[in-house]
């Protein structure tokens, strides 16, 4: 039995039931999880002390996998919008090195983000000034690392003027916080160098060709390459789920060997991201703990539907070709990663697959917003089943339902006509899944159960399925 303690970035059901769907495929592993209570939402911080005291008073266990951003800050949102200053949060540091100091028999798996920098005026995840600024701040980023790197003199001046358009008290704000985070990250490496984590990654979402947080990565990159353990990923929400396959994957070897659905475009890149499809299919596999393998000698297929030319984007309206040819047969132990857009599914790829047939070398389905999200949250159920000698697969069957009614159901099909329609009565809401309900549940040859619906955050971005027992 692995004993896993787990301490996820906030309370969404990606990040907090998630983990505890895919543990639960496996009946050798035991996942532990703070109280939902005491992690943050939308609008609310997490609950540091009682994290802190949950962390304390945790029975021993063998791996502890934890969002640095969530004990330090609150979460991951909370750490750009958090007032505390350096002081404060060393003062967390210094309490997280000392409980972590007395758990001697675990290994300890810490992951956090480096700042992102929207190129958007929406703050809803940012502090309140992102709304009027937010574009010119990513603007003033870009262009200063730009005249930095390039050595472009028009660069540097067209910061200079951007500078000049933002308040200067909002611009010393948002570099102060950023500065701060940087440097509590540096804290984090004092302590991976004193053996006090044994894994240590640096996220990166939302990226650019330049910026801060590109400068940021990039320091970080340096240091990394000397240290066996410490990674900078792309990607934010599925490192979690890439660590929990990483502690179930220890000690064990297993092969996993990639094939796309349009081999001649995986060196594209995805929306949201800064390194090509194969470069992150090929970091989180490695990451999760496993080896990239011919398809001859793997032990697990990963089927990737990738885009050609640019990758679609439902939210935005952003089209791209949708798959066009035969699913493929695999005669050994596959998964599917659907990752043609981002935000969801590709409706001829997902109906090909139903029509192709579900059997017993299924390993599971993921098309969840962005190509990290997708491989980080596809690749740790497909490791945490094939690692188990006897998989609970109705278990199984019931994270595949999960993910197939969010990512296909509702992301791809049904997201953006309620959010036009502001449709947030649940019986109605509940109506208009019963097609795609009996579509899964006929596909995955299992017998229907009774589901619910809700927006946890309040917001159409995600979506709350439960099935009830």
């Known amino acids: 039995m692995k004993k896993i303690g787990f301490i996820p970035i906030d309370n969404r059901p990606v990040c907090y039931t998630l983990p505890k769907m895919i543990a639960d495929i496996n009946p050798e592993i035991k996942l532990y999880l703070p109280p939902k209570n005491l992690l943050g939402s939308l609008t609310k911080n997490a609950d540091k002390n009682g994290l802190f005291e949950w962390l304390e008073d945790l029975e021993e266990t063998d791996y502890l996998v934890i969002s640095a951003d969530t004990l330090i800050y609150g979460g991951l949102i909370p750490s750009r919008r958090c007032p505390d200053d350096k002081n404060e949060i060393e003062n967390r540091l210094l309490k997280l090195r000392n409980i972590l100091l007395k758990k001697t028999n ?5 992951f956090s983000s480096i700042m992102r920098i929207s190129n958007n005026n929406y703050n809803e995840e940012e502090k309140e000034y992102w709304a009027q600024y937010g574009e010119k701040i990513f603007a003033y980023s870009y262009e200063l690392h730009r005249s930095e790197v390039e050595g472009n003199r028009l660069a540097k001046e067209k910061a200079t003027e951007l500078a000049k358009e933002i308040p200067s008290e909002i611009l010393i704000d948002w570099l102060t916080t950023r500065e ?27 990226c650019a060709k330049y910026g801060f947080n590109v400068k940021e990565a990039k320091y970080f990159e340096l240091l990394a390459q000397s240290r066996k353990g410490m990674f900078v990923k792309t990607g934010a929400d599925e490192i979690p789920l890439t660590l929990l396959a990483r502690c179930i994957s220890d000690g064990k070897k297993i092969k996993i060997a990639p094939i796309y ?41 990963l089927y990737v539907n990738n885009f050609q030319g640019e990758q679609g984007e439902l939210v935005m309206n952003g089209r791209t070709n949708p798959f066009e040819g035969e699913f493929t047969h695999f005669n ?22 139903f029509k192709n047939g579900i059997n017993n070398d299924f390993y599971g389905y993921s098309a969840w917003n962005t190509t990290g999200n997708s491989l980080g949250s596809g690749i740790a159920a497909a490791v945490t089943k094939f690692l188990c000698s006897t998989p609970n697969e109705d278990n ?7 993910r197939l009614l969010d990512d296909w159901a509702y992301q791809a099909n049904l997201r953006k006509f309620f959010k036009n329609e502001n449709l947030k009565d649940l019986n109605e809401i509940k109506k208009y899944f019963e097609n795609y309900e009996n579509i899964v549940f006929n596909a995955l040859k299992t017998n229907k159960k009774e589901i619910s619906y809700s927006f946890p955050w309040n917001r159409f971005f995600e979506i709350e399925i439960k099935l009830q027992n």
């Open 396 to 402: 199984f069957k019931k994270l595949q339902i999960v």
């Open 332 to 353: 050994r132990p596959y998964f599917v990663v659907d990752i043609l857009n981002a935000n969801g599914a590709d409706n001829n790829f997902v109906e090909k697959m």
């Open 261 to 301: 659905t349009n081999p001649n475009e995986i060196d594209k890149i995805s929306k949201y991201e800064d390194i090509s499809v194969d470069n992150s299919v090929k970091s989180q596999i490695l990451t999760a703990g496993a080896s990239i393998s011919a398809t001859d000698e793997a032990d697990l297929i």
């Open 106 to 110: 675990c290994k300890t798996l810490i």
């Open 180 to 206: 701060r985070n940087f440097s509590i990250n540096k804290e984090y490496v004092k302590m991976f160098d004193d053996g006090i984590f044994d894994t240590l990654i640096f996220s990166k979402d939302d």
